[in-house]
Every structure is written in structure tokens, then in C-alpha cells.
């Protein structure tokens, strides 16, 4: 069961900022890396469903963090049916992403409360997102949609929208104003943030000195 309520999954999105998105196979990397981002001041967690038995991955990470960091959120993307959502939220995920929108997924989330963000393309998709119940709605991918800009056109008439995009955000002070400037809720980031020479290396406290800095851009706006 999720650990918390998807009002305060939506505040910690919020205060974060950034949503580191990460996946790995083997579970310590995993561990260490949630905790690398941690330290460095991350409330949100996004771990990504890739891969065989990413599951059990995530069930380790899930009972790891439930004993040793309570008040972080740990959720899960690249959820596209309701059936392997359920089966995320029984191993205790506070959230779930997915890069589209179906309704089924809408149900089961709010059925047992938890906080979903579909991922969308257009401003008929996100408008029938927030009629399903989703108090965040994901962009992706973030870039080709149309970045920025497109933010920005869909805040205009729809200012009550928090977005989330994912894809073509850099962990550069440039980049993050034009997608904060445009009015995003949060925004997601993988591979930019997760280098696989840094994985590679275990050089996990350039993890946490890198998300520091990100969220200190961040803080700035």
C-alpha cells in the first residue's frame, strides 16, 4: 500500500521540482542511486518498469525505503495498463506515471487513491485526463510534443493544468528556466541526470552533488 496520500505525493512533486526517472536491473544500484538523489534533497522518486522482473526490483526498493527513508515518495512509470499498476501499487507505490492515457488505469488509481499522472499530447488528451481525476498530467515525449511553447499554449486557456514533462530536460540552468518559465508543475529526468559512465563508475556522491545543484537552479525561479 502507498505510504502516502496523493495530496501529499502531489505536494512533494511540487517541492522537489525535478523527478529523478531510473531504472536499473540489479537492486543495490537501484538502492544506491534512490539514496544518492535523497541526500541530495529529492522528496519524489520515479523508478521505470523495464525490463524482466523490474518488479521484484522494485519491491526490494520499495521495503528499503518504506524502513530507511519514510517520507520520500516512490513511484513508478512506463505503466501503460491497469493490471501491472495494480500489481505496483500492492508493492507499495505512492504513484504512477505512464507515457499514455488509458482510462482503466484512471480506475484502479483512484479506486485505491493513489496518485496517476497519464501521459498526454494534446490539450483534448489532458482535458479528458483531469475529467478521469488526474491532479498532474505528463507530457511526453516532452520535447516532440512541443516543449516549452507548448506548456505555455496550454496554460493559457487551462492555468488550473499541472504538467509534467519528461524527454528534452537537461540539467542546465538554461533548460529548466524555458520549462519553468512556461509554467510546469515538475519535470522528470533520466538519462541527462544519470550518465551510464556514472552508473557505471558507482560514483554515486556526483549523483547526489549533481541533484543539489539541480534543485538549487531550480529554487532560483
Known sequence: MSKHSRIEVALKLKESGVIPVFY????DV????????????????????????AHEVFTHLSHYVKKNMPDLAVGVGSIIEAS?????????????????????MAKACNRRKIL????CGSLSEISYAEELGAEIVKIFPGLQVGGP??????KGPMPWTNIMPTGGVSPDYDNL?????????CVG?????FSKDIIQKGDFNYITNKVIEVLRIVKSF
Open 24 to 27: 536499473h536491473p540489479d537492486k
Open 30 to 53: 537501484v538502492v544506491e542511486v534512490v539514496k544518492a538523489c535523497y541526500k541530495g534533497g529529492i522528496k519524489a522518486f520515479e523508478f521505470t518498469n523495464r525490463g524482466d522482473f
Open 84 to 104: 501491472t499498476a495494480v500489481l505496483y501499487i500492492q508493492a507499495g507505490a505512492d504513484f504512477i506515471v505512464s507515457p499514455i492515457l488509458n482510462p482503466e
Open 116 to 119: 496517476w499522472a497519464p501521459g
Open 149 to 154: 511553447d507548448f506548456v505555455e499554449a496550454v
Open 177 to 185: 528556466k524555458k520549462w519553468f518559465d512556461a509554467g510546469v508543475y
Open 189 to 193: 529526468m533520466g538519462s541527462k541526470l
